[in-house]
Each structure stands twice: as structure tokens, then as C-alpha cells.
């Protein structure tokens, strides 16, 4: 089992940028990719973006393609999510998330095995 801890979130000005970190612990050898994701007041968590774990390939939702950028350090056991050009739709928790299976997909919530408990991003207009 992988243990999952976010931090990064605060509160900023549209426009502005954040960097949200995620540290892996436990049986993290078995992981495969690592995901973000973001829940906004009232809606379904959704897709943000993903990374696999060795090679570095990444896929983005639309919605932040060209303003987020997801990365890792495998030393550090650390997964980032860049957001810059923030926009006030963009105020979400945020989680990230762990796959351990190599089949199947990477953007749905039940492709992931481990959840983090989420850090808290607001967008102010």
C-alpha cells in the first residue's frame, strides 16, 4: 500500500501560480503512475493530470493543458503539479493519486488504488 501527502495549497490571485507537492511512502515501488486530480464545491472530482512513474510520460486535461505542468523526482519520491496563469475556475481540492496496475486507464477515479487527502487551491478574481 502507497501513503499519499499533499502540500502546496493556498489561496491566490487569478493569474498567479502555485506548486503542489506530493510525497509517496510505504510500498511505493509498485507504482506505476501517479495522477492529479480536483473537486470543486458541488461538482464531481475530475481529471487533472497524469505522470507514469518511470518513464516521465504525461497526459493533461484540456482545461489546464499549456498552464499546468505535472512532474516527479523519483529520488525524492515526490509527484508536482506547476499551475500557472490561475484561473478562479481552477478552485478545487486537490488530490493526488497512485496506480499500481499497469492496464487500464489513468482518468477515472477507480483507475488509481491510493487517494491523498486532498490540499485546498483558491482562485480570487
Known amino acids: 500500500q502507497v501513503q499519499l501527502g499533499e502540500s502546496g495549497g493556498g489561496s491566490v490571485q487569478a493569474g498567479g501560480s502555485l506548486r503542489l507537492s506530493c510525497v509517496l511512502s510505504?510500498?511505493?515501488?509498485?507504482?506505476?503512475?501517479m495522477g492529479w486530480f480536483r473537486q470543486a464545491p458541488g461538482k464531481e472530482r475530475e481529471f487533472v493530470a497524469t505522470?507514469?512513474?518511470?518513464?516521465?510520460?504525461?497526459v493533461y486535461a484540456d482545461s489546464v493543458k499549456g498552464r499546468f505542468t505535472i512532474s516527479r523526482d523519483n529520488a525524492k519520491r515526490t509527484v508536482y503539479l506547476q499551475m500557472n496563469s490561475l484561473k478562479p475556475d481552477d478552485t478545487a481540492v486537490y488530490y493526488c493519486?497512485?496506480?499500481?496496475?499497469?492496464?487500464?486507464?489513468?482518468?477515472?477515479?477507480?483507475?488509481?488504488?491510493?487517494w491523498g487527502q486532498g490540499t485546498q487551491i483558491a482562485v480570487s478574481s
Open positions: 493519486a497512485a496506480k499500481t496496475r499497469i492496464y487500464g486507464g489513468w482518468s477515472r477515479e477507480g483507475d488509481y488504488d491510493s
Open positions: 510505504g510500498r511505493t515501488v509498485s507504482t506505476y503512475r
Open positions: 505522470v507514469t512513474w518511470s518513464s516521465g510520460n504525461t
